[in-house]
């Protein structure tokens, strides 16, 4: 009977452990053969993150995979079926199990005795006994007294994934020669873990890699493989099975690696940092004349910018203007400057967003997990809208959706189910303008953002589905401005908090329309910009 008994090759430099991986067990360090008993290095990592950029280590994976040494990529190709008489075998020990739990040993024994573990006719079954009982072992730590629901699936399993593969293995050499060698790449589920930890238990190399940086084993409390962090994380990328189509330049790599470490550990800022980031708006609350001057700053340099990993805080004005004010002059100017702002988009006509008509019932169902809504699960939907957008930029439109919902900030109709507000709320802003995604698309979080301009005249009426758009561009990160001459009630019927900021100048009037107001001729004396000193005269004039 053969015995291994693998020591890990602890040097986490990628250059060893890729040489000695690549040598027979017989050439590596520290071997030694004593009767029937092999102790060998064995290569056995957890790689978690990538070394510089994405690029580089699409390119890094490809050559790892093309080394000669025979790779098992178990995570494109564990097998689904297994024979229905395994199945059987399996199902009755852990039945007899249920009724009259077993030891270890008697457990151990059903296994090898109904010939459902591999190898057992072979010079290896000692060992692969002995590293199943290991296994045993670990798993009545994890489950005490191997009672749980999820055993039965991690047992059937191991035994399908074993007696597929062992066999496999054992015919490219004898294991005495040459041990599997198990590239395992990203997110594993729960019997996909203790599979890969019992193939560890035998003496496997083992190289596990993922590139967000979770430790896939950790997850279920499998600790004991040696573990290197690398230089940065990533999000998950296909795993490259073809040579990489994009190779980076000296150039390209160097730039990428000054704005990691130059730009991404601090607060400097560059065109699109934040572009793979969800949008948080903070509703600010201001004077109305300061309105007109924060409306012009960039967003860096507005009070309460600020961004974590995942998220940009986006200090936004969602302000309402009731009446007209006192210097009719200044009001004109402040309106035409956002007019000839070139990402302002303006409207005076309802309804500001198409009704949705469609039944939106069951796109709510298939843009969900668990009963609850899915970013994800959305921008996969056959009739989602903006696929033809940026995938971040659909992303983000696709959370900001969700979050307007979750939070409830248009009211819920009496007698309206979840299900019925959802697929409202859903529909009206499956609707948004060309012009308003133009704008979106041109919004670099950390600069200059877009501006929604609603001049109300006063026979118009507003609708929820248009509180609905203005909430949503709000938290998506516009300034959105509400002009009512006539000082109506409006938006504020339709919200259940008070997000939005209110200023009521001198005049009400009650037929002033945009095109009016925009058309009137100048005064005689020039408007001059705002100042400290036009601030406080006005200030004398009105509380705001």
Partial sequence: MIIFQPLDYTDPSAQQWESIITQPLASRPDYT??????????????????????????????NLKSLPVGWSLLF?????????????????????????????????????????????????????????????????????????????????????????????????????????????????????????????????????????????????????????????????FDFPHEKPLQVQTVTARTYETMKQNFYESSKLNYPWKYLDHETRAIMLNTTYDEMFIVTEAKMEHREGFDADEEHVYLPVLFGKIDGVAANRQEYKDQLERLKENPLTQIVHTFPLIEPQRANMQYYVQDASTNGELDAEKMIQMRNWPYKELPAANQRNIAKTIIRLIDLQIVERLPHESDVDYKGYIMGQLFKLQEETLRLYRQFDYSYENPKYVLFIEEDAKMQRGDAVLLVFLAFLGFDVFIFSPGGSTNIELFLTEPIIMT??????????????????????????????KNIFDRMKRRDF
């Fill in 33 to 62: 053969k004593s009767d029937s008993t092999f102790r060998y290095t064995r290569i056995a990592q957890v790689m978690l993150g990538i070394f510089d950029d994405e690029h580089n280590m699409k390119e890094y994976l490809y």
């Fill in 76 to 236: 494109d190709s564990l097998p689904k079926a297994i024979e229905p008489e395994t199945r059987t075998e399996i199902v009755n020990i852990l039945q007899i199990h249920k009724q009259s739990p077993l030891s270890i040993n008697r457990m151990l024994a059903f296994f090898t005795a109904r010939q459902l573990l591999p190898l057992t006719t072979t010079p290896y079954k000692q060992h692969i006994v002995q590293t199943f009982k290991s296994w045993l072992e670990l798993m009545d730590k994890k489950y005490p007294k191997l009672s749980h629901p999820n055993l039965q699936r991690i047992f059937l399993d191991l035994v399908k994934w074993s007696k597929h593969y062992f066999p496999l293995w054992m015919q490219e050499a004898p294991f005495e020669e040459k041990m599997p060698k198990i590239l395992w790449y990203g997110p594993m589920k729960e019997s996909e873990a203790y599979f890969v930890y019992f193939l560890y238990l035998f003496g496997c190399d083992i190289v596990v890699f993922d590139p967000t940086g979770e430790n896939p084993l950790e997850k279920y409390g499998l600790f004991g493989i040696p573990t290197t962090r690398l230089a940065s994380t990533s999000t998950l």
């Fill in 503 to 532: 200023h009521r100048l001198e005049k009400m009037e009650f037929h002033l329309t945009l095109k009016d107001i925009l058309h009137e001729k100048k005064e005689a004396k020039e408007s001059k910009r705002l100042s400290l």
